[in-house]
């Protein structure tokens, strides 16, 4: 059986890719980069480890030490770590870090998977395993939209690809036509908090793939947390982009989504 290193963030969806990468016949050999990543990959794999994020050596030794050559990144892990001192970043870290251009989400990962393949290990596309959480165009819950957000979700379409190809996040919150917020370092469940509040109740929620989208990192993901900071913000409508966003636990968001009244469409 091949190995296959899962370099694991926060939510459920390392934890599916887990499972499937097991059922698929892979030695998953796991790494908890933060405390919040899901403990229940564990139960798929043969080797599971905490090492820091910003802890890039003994990330590498783990994979060299145990003769890994697949890798898979997975997992929301906000940039804001760079900035807010949570975590203390090894010499490594450091030495890469300071060659770099900028601090772009891909210029960052691109960073890791250099990294990675000087050690022969070569990144593997995130969705490879998992490509049935991608929805097809379509409704996903069962409100349909109204007209007005179906033209909210057009207009925050365009919106959220053009700040994809800058790379600045994936994400927007729009009402009537106008942009509430825009996703950056903070993350889209912050985006949809800052968005929501801002359009006091009924915003629409859009997230897409960026033009340019590399499909070994930062694949756009949604899930039962997305749902959640909608309902706590009285956010009524969430599109994701058809084919290109995983959608984790689809029966719990649908529920919790039903509940809500709040449409989950994909577009």
Do not use: W
Request: glycine share 6%.
């Amino acid at each position: 059986m091949e190995k296959l290193g899962l370099l694991a963030g926060a939510g459920k969806l390392p934890v599916e890719y887990a499972r499937a990468a097991s059922q698929s016949g892979y030695e998953v050999c796991a790494v908890a980069l933060l405390d919040q990543t899901d403990p229940a990959i564990a139960d798929y794999a043969v080797d599971f480890q905490h090492i820091s994020i910003a802890h890039v050596q003994s990330i590498l030794d783990y994979l060299k030490d145990n003769d890994i050559h697949l890798v898979t990144m997975l997992g929301k892990v906000t940039k804001e770590l760079l900035f807010n001192g949570k975590v203390m970043p090894d010499v490594k870290f450091l030495e890469l870090i300071i060659t770099l251009p900028d601090l772009k989400d891909d210029t960052i990962m691109m960073m890791f998977v250099r990294e990675l393949e000087k050690i022969g290990c070569k990144t593997f596309d995130q969705t490879a395993l998992i490509k049935r959480l991608m929805p097809p165009k379509g409704n996903i819950a069962h409100r349909e939209p109204t007209e007005d957000e179906r033209l909210d979700m057009e207009f925050g379409f365009k919106i959220a690809k053009e700040i994809g190809r800058l790379d600045i996040g994936q994400t927007v919150v729009v009402k009537n036509r106008a942009v509430m917020a825009v996703e950056a370092i903070e993350g889209t469940d912050e985006c949809i908090l800052r968005g929501g509040r801002l359009a006091n109740g009924g915003a629409v929620v859009i997230k897409v793939s960026k033009p340019q989208q590399d499909n070994r990192f930062d694949v756009p993901t949604v899930g039962l947390q997305t749902i959640e900071k909608m309902i706590e913000v009285g956010a009524r409508a969430l599109a994701i982009e058809a084919d290109q966003t995983l959608l984790v636990e689809r029966d719990k968001v649908i529920a919790l989504a039903d509940q809500h009244d709040i449409v989950v469409t994909a577009i």
